[in-house]
């Protein structure tokens, strides 16, 4: 029953933090996140699996390369047996490849869903990890809309590593299996000029080499804004659909206060900065286009180009011309292979960078210590619960502050079933001391020792409410089936929700079917079912109707086993459990400013 709101006031708010990474440390990231995976050894299978049928691919090109030698040359003969006889052989060579085509397909999908699965499994358990996600949102501005990293970048790094992955392997086979064959066709020819004769050992290899430097190169130039584009456009996107989701989840709220106008032009703004860097992209792809569709046309001809002086020179067959220029092609794709695919590499980089950059900020956020100190939260005694030196400060430029509060009473120490209630002086953020004994507010000083069982429940001012049925969200962060209904049926009526009895197992967004009133209700009915050892509220009674208050407050005087510490000021608490008061001061006090007079004149 942790608060999961973060908190938004600016001046508790630390300075945004950022990550560096080196593309080398994004690689070490993303490769501890996969040897970590459960579903490496899957992985490991499939990728063997699809290497076999790469191999087996790439041999039957190498057959239907060979093919064209005789099937062109029965052409030039007129030669119609041999033709009909080359036609059965290319049949089951197209056939045997058909096969390897759809069982590589197949694989290529089961490996993209493997790698999704341990990848965004990985990082959702980095994020929801020992309050790493509360505490990166309070920390840096990576953890204030974590969903587009979670879901849509993990999704295309996982897709695009599979298939970039695939296609490299594919392409490096294909390279070194028809580069063999490309030598052997254009070695020995004589080149003649004049009364000049040279021979270039394998030149279409070497011709074959420059052409796709030529496109590498000048992808490479024309490109070169591809990823920062990706990467902007990621987040900008990650921003839009924020900001539409938080509209979404306060239409009352909107809606009452006449905000719809400004709502909407907010969201446009955001639209409009989508847009803006999305222009930038068509124009980057539309100039790498001219790079990457012009020298794929000229590879119709290049390659006859180049073995044409053999052919005409009465060295080389048509056959061996047409098998020659495949070849060509086959070594050509292999090495442009980095130029078809370099806006995919481009956006996979820029996935990439998100997403371990995103997860270096979870797994480092535990090594992150406030500048200027700290608050250490330790393990005491069983049934004792002491500040020692306690100061609770907000953040300043990304360093506690010297201001702030402290508790009042020297060094004090609570017992197991005592009542406490903890006011303050006006302008004390109480909530700060609430969560720092839940450990969710690291700034300060001093030291916190909780007890030592492992049975503390804080609730907070607005309750979350999970999807789910209503037994599920009762039971919560437990699972409901370890419950009888008929104690979830007690609960409900004994703080007042006796008409959501007969719908336990109704599914709904409770947090907006019931009222502020209901939800901290339904909050208490969840406590009679768990009977916690210790209970910290966060004056939970404030802005309650009166009926409820008094209800609420008497199920707290039942909890006889339990220890109560109230963080607030109601007088039906104090009423009904008689605690002892602690009380917060500020810090460093401001003096009063002196009150300006004037003279008569």
Not at 187 to 200: E, L
Not at 395 to 412: A, L, M, Y
Not at 464 to 471: A, D, I, R
Not at 577 to 600: D, G, M, Q
Request: with cysteine; glycine share 6%.
């Amino acid at each position: 029953m942790v608060s999961s709101e973060p908190e938004k006031a600016a001046s508790e708010r630390p300075a945004a933090a950022t990550v560096e990474l080196s593309f080398s440390r994004q690689l070490r990231i993303a490769a501890d996140s996969f040897w970590s995976s459960s579903v490496r050894n899957r992985v490991f299978g499939v990728a063997t699996a699809l290497l076999a049928v790469i191999l087996l691919t790439t041999y039957g090109q190498v057959l239907i390369n060979r093919w064209n030698v005789p099937f062109y040359n029965s052409l030039e003969r007129r030669d119609i047996d041999a033709f009909v006889r080359e036609l059965g052989n290319f049949g089951l060579i197209a056939g045997f490849l058909l096969l390897l085509n759809v069982i590589q397909t197949w694989l290529n999908q089961m490996t993209a869903l493997y790698m999704r699965e341990g990848l965004s499994r990985d990082v959702v358990d980095q994020w929801l990890k020992d309050r790493r996600a509360y505490r990166l949102s309070m920390s840096s501005p990576l953890g204030v809309n974590p969903d587009q990293r979670l879901h849509e970048d993990a999704r295309k790094l996982a897709e695009m590593t599979t298939s970039l992955s695939i296609g490299l392997v594919q392409a490096t086979i294909l390279l070194v299996s028809f580069i063999g064959v490309l030598w052997q066709m254009s070695s020995g020819f004589v080149f003649h000029i004049g009364d000049y004769s040279f021979s270039i050992p394998g030149y279409m290899v070497w011709g074959a080499l420059i052409y796709a430097a030529a496109a590498s190169l000048l992808s490479k130039v024309v490109g070169w804004r591809l990823t920062r584009l990706n990467a902007e456009r990621y987040a900008r996107e990650a921003d839009l659909r924020f900001s539409l989701m938080r509209a979404n989840e306060n239409l009352e709220a909107i809606a009452l206060a006449g905000g719809e106008e400004t709502e909407r032009r907010h969201i446009h703004e955001a639209i409009d900065s989508v847009l803006a860097v999305i222009r930038q992209l068509a124009m980057a792809l539309t100039n790498l286009t001219w790079v990457t569709a012009g020298f794929g046309w000229l590879a119709m001809i290049v390659p006859i180009l180049i073995a044409s002086p053999a052919y005409f020179a009465g060295t080389m067959t048509f056959g061996e011309l047409m098998a020659a220029a495949a070849a060509f092609n086959q070594v050509y794709s292999a090495l442009r292979w980095y130029v078809d695919n370099y806006g995919a590499i481009a956006d996979w980089q820029a996935a990439l960078l998100r997403v371990t950059v995103f997860r270096a900020a979870l797994t480092g956020i535990d090594d992150i210590k406030p500048k200027g100190g700290g608050i250490a939260l330790e393990v005491g005694p069983p049934g004792k619960l002491s500040f020692e030196d306690l100061a609770i400060c907000p953040q300043v430029d990304g360093e506690v502050s010297r201001t702030g509060f402290r508790i009042r009473e020297q060094n004090p120490e609570i017992t197991a079933g005592e009542r406490i209630m903890v006011n303050g002086d006006q302008g004390v953020n109480r909530r700060l001391l609430f969560n720092a004994i839940a450990g969710l507010w690291p700034y300060g000083r001093g030291t916190i020792r909780l007890p030592r069982e492992d049975n503390i429940l804080f609730v907070p001012q607005l309750e979350y409410l999970p999807e789910g049925k209503l037994k599920s969200v009762l039971a919560y962060p437990l699972a409901s089936a370890g419950i009888p209904e008929e104690a979830m049926v007690a609960a409900l009526k004994r703080v007042g929700l006796e008409h959501l009895a007969e719908k336990l197992d109704d599914r709904a967004r409770w947090d907006r079917v019931l009222d502020k009133d209901e939800q901290m209700a339904l909050a208490f009915a969840g406590l009679l079912l768990r009977k916690p050892r210790w209970i910290v509220f966060n004056d939970v009674l404030e802005g309650l109707e009166s009926d409820t208050v008094a209800t609420l407050s008497s199920v707290m005087a039942e909890f006889t086993d339990a220890t109560l510490i109230y963080i607030g000021r109601s007088g039906a608490f104090y009423d009904a459990t008689s605690p002892r008061l602690l009380h917060l001061e500020r810090l460093n006090p401001e003096p009063p400013r002196p009150r300006e007079t004037t003279e008569a004149a």
